[in-house]
């Protein structure tokens, strides 16, 4: 792997990759270690903890916004254009970042925006697997129906937990998997309703194509997570830029072949109403956390972010939209809590 | 608790007890452990697990007859007249076991049957207890139907672990205890039907008959385990001799209350079949299997042994009957899994 190549002239080449191999060891909820640590480390753990909850409450009240939009009728508005939009979004917002920093602190090595194409050649690839996986998705329903890959789609936790060990060379310890085995079975159970026994009838070719989409997201993410890492000092602004610039490529080619007509004939910015532009800013901030966990935290520390996002949205909804919860969503719900517990204990001895 | 008090006898006299807690020690799949053990210890351990598997296949039996006998139509027998048999054949059973250890090692001061009446005064206890959990299980039905009862059953699981570690003084670990609650939620995820939600609106009075039942229950099975476990060296087939006479002194007691007529009229055996017959037999060695857990091993295996028994149930249930599995199922029987996984994991290191 290209990752663990740059990794290992990094540990050559001074202490930057050490830095993340501590961070790591501090832990995903390692209220416990803080008062062994020295300041600094504290202060990368109040980073990691800081992000990790911006991602899980802005992942929450995303699945708020799209249940909101639903029920306020039927998407008016080209789905690819508001895709353009937020990762034009992110980009602006990166570069604003990224223009403050560079008053505070000057333009190095580090916070430049210009690039090798060495540094930059990879950028595009997590966004060209997610648009594999996105075009897939029309084609599973042909095997699956919507609440049944909503299920299987929680295959993504054990894709992104094998493939995080095996790309990345990270070890996780037999109780962490065996969390991270109960999260996936949690989250399950948790979206278990009348309807879900249907999944169990998928056809060979619907499961295939379930497996092979969990992979792409999987690999998609922890492939994000290789290329930010890769070098440590780099400014996270600017390594989101040449995610979202990839990112921007992608979307706006998928305007010209889906939409074209639509924004032709009635413009670009047709059936936008305020819960899209909610949706639109909601998707940008959302994107950002996911770099930045992914920059100091990790791939499992998103998993189960998004986990609790997907268990707070539906204690959020009981208020919201008056939504029942199910004997077998407070199953679920104590399993995921329990996996998160497990998860932090069962953190490896350094 | 008078069981401490003469624990900590036992450990002034001499090293009977200390067996007992080095048995412990080896665990419930202590596969791992047995090379590091002496064939003493890994004699124990055989017979541990012996006893334990024995219990899995008879609990799942017991199931599958009592499925077997409902779908031959209803129950035409004296419930109670078959209780008075399941205990007098377990009260043979010990006999006969205990003539031939007579023959082969002579009558001792552990196997004689002749006791003392403060060895014997306790006996009637678990007895009593399951008799008042059982009337009471009459009444619950007024506030639970029967598939809610089935889900708030497994609070008993709880119940005998929150006792199990108070009344026997065991320490469970934080993993094992984390185990023990995905053991609750994975045996009742695996029973989720379509109408188990309504268990969720079990008025105050229900979960308040359900909490003392499973209380009952579990201090019923903590306290013949403290009885049983007294005297590590007496027989064990002279204790379950005394606790099955209590438990036959109890079941007559119940045939004059409540089928005195139909006895009377009908006869004794009147409406037994071949099904009668078995499920009499299979009750009878289950409850010198779980006499024999209580002895060789403890409570919390004797939980991880009927819960296990419950999914084996299920599988051989759609062999044999068609059955269905659920999602839910699946769902469940993973957690278990993991659950039996971590409880071994997670052991005290001593």
């Known amino acids: ?48 903890t800081v992000v990790t909850v911006a991602l899980t409450f802005l992942t929450s009240s995303q699945a708020i916004l799209i249940v909101w ?11 690819t254009t508001a895709n353009f939009l937020v990762e034009t979004l992110k980009c602006a917002l990166s570069l604003a970042a990224l223009a403050r920093i560079w008053k505070s602190e000057g333009v190095t090595e580090d916070n430049r925006l210009s690039t090798t194409l060495d540094e930059v050649i990879v950028y595009p690839i997590p966004a060209l697997l997610y648009l594999v996986k996105n075009l897939l998705q029309y084609y599973i329903f042909a095997y699956v129906d919507a609440p049944g890959y909503q299920i299987l789609k929680n295959l993504n936790i054990i894709s992104t937990g094998v493939l995080y060990s095996i790309i990345l060379k990270k070890k996780l310890s037999d109780i962490q998997w065996a969390a991270f085995i ?6 399950t159970t948790a979206q278990l309703n009348s309807r879900s026994d249907h999944v169990l009838q998928t056809s060979l070719p619907g499961w295939i194509m379930a497996i092979v989409m969990a992979l792409l997201s ?18 996270i602004n600017v390594q989101n830029f040449w995610l979202y610039i990839s990112g921007m490529a992608f979307n706006a080619i998928a305007i010209l072949i889906q939409d074209f007509d639509a924004v032709m004939n009635k413009g670009f910015f047709h059936g ?14 959302s994107g950002i956390a996911v770099s930045m966990v992914m920059k100091y935290a990790d791939n499992i520390v998103k998993v189960y972010s998004t986990s609790v996002a997907m268990l707070l949205t539906a204690v ?8 029942n919860l199910t004997l077998a969503f407070f199953l679920g719900a104590t399993v995921v809590s329990v996996s998160v517990y497990l998860h932090s204990a069962g953190k490896l001895q350094r």
Chains 1, 2 share one sequence.
């Open 272 to 285: 936008y109403s305020i819960i899209t532009t909610l949706m639109i800013l909601n998707h940008a901030l």
């Open 316 to 323: 959020v909804s009981v208020f919201l939209f008056g939504f």
């Open 182 to 187: 109960l999260l996936c079975a949690g989250c």
């Open 1 to 48: 792997m290209e990752y663990r190549k740059i990794k290992d002239e990094d540990n050559d080449g001074g202490t930057l990759s050490n830095d993340i191999e501590n961070l790591r060891g501090i832990g995903f909820s390692g209220v416990a270690s803080v008062s062994n640590v020295p300041p600094r480390e504290q202060a990368k753990w109040k980073r990691k």
């Open 69 to 79: 939009s639903k029920r306020a009728g039927k998407y008016e508005y080209s789905v």
């Open 218 to 235: 999987g690999f998609a993410g922890v492939y994000t997570e290789a290329i930010i890492k890769k070098r440590p000092s780099r400014n």
